[in-house]
């Protein structure tokens, strides 16, 4: 198992770009959900999903949309990037019965 | 409101001294709690959780529903627990993490 996958690793924008940040897993998990990591504020959750064709808004959803076409892919999109998404943007998986979460390897994105 | 608070950003321990991190909530549902350990240049990965009450790497955490803490102890830090530790609380049962903004270990040889 590859586990959670994101792509890429590294990527610099311009104000106003768009991109979309893959993410997927091949552990058949029913929750994934994309997270930001910024210094002194930890981890906040931008979107989640329960399940295919599910979506919902976590604490921080400003500027980012996501879809859940398959159980295995959950890409985050930004539409109009801005110097404040300069981030290190985490997806993560979970079976249904269990909290615990699987963390992919981070996507360092910086908005110029 | 903050959920998980952790109040230290930076602990510097030597070698073989007692770490604790600690972590406090604020939850009126019945909290899940976890400790998420972030090592250099690698992924977040689960270190425990409370409802498993087990020790893992030297590391436990007991769940104090009375203080609404959750704190992290090892009683003799080893070097390669440098990392960044991540307290988090699972809201609603439904999968949902909120985070602590993290405290940075770093243990001195």
């Known amino acids: 198992n590859a586990g959670v996958t994101q792509t890429p690793k590294f990527q610099v924008l311009k104000t106003g770009q768009s991109m979309t940040l893959q993410c997927a897993q091949d552990m058949n998990h029913e929750y994934m959900s994309w997270y930001r990591q910024d210094p002194g504020m930890g981890l906040r959750l931008i979107h989640y999903?329960?399940?295919?064709?599910?979506?919902d808004q976590g604490e921080v959803p400003n500027g980012y949309n996501v879809s859940r076409s398959t159980t295995e892919d959950f890409p985050l999109r930004l539409l109009s990037a801005a110097p404040s998404q300069t981030s290190v943007y985490f997806c993560a998986s979970s079976y249904r019965e269990s909290n615990e979460q699987f963390f992919g390897p981070g996507t360092r994105l910086t908005v110029l | 409101a903050q959920r998980v608070t952790q109040p230290e950003k930076l602990l510097s321990v030597f070698k073989g001294a007692p770490v604790e991190l600690k972590c406090n909530y604020s939850?009126?549902?019945?909290?899940?709690l976890f400790w998420y350990v972030q090592y250099s240049r690698q992924r977040l990965q689960l270190l425990l959780r409370h409802i498993s009450r087990e020790s893992i790497k030297g590391f436990t955490a007991d769940l104090n529903k009375g203080e609404t803490s959750f704190h992290l102890k090892k009683p003799f830090a080893q070097e390669e627990d440098s990392a960044m530790y991540y307290c988090a609380l699972s809201l609603y049962g439904n999968n949902r993490l909120a985070f602590g903004k993290g405290n940075q270990v770093v243990v001195i040889p």
């Open positions: 939850y009126s549902g019945s909290p899940e």
């Open positions: 999903s329960v399940g295919a064709g599910i979506t």
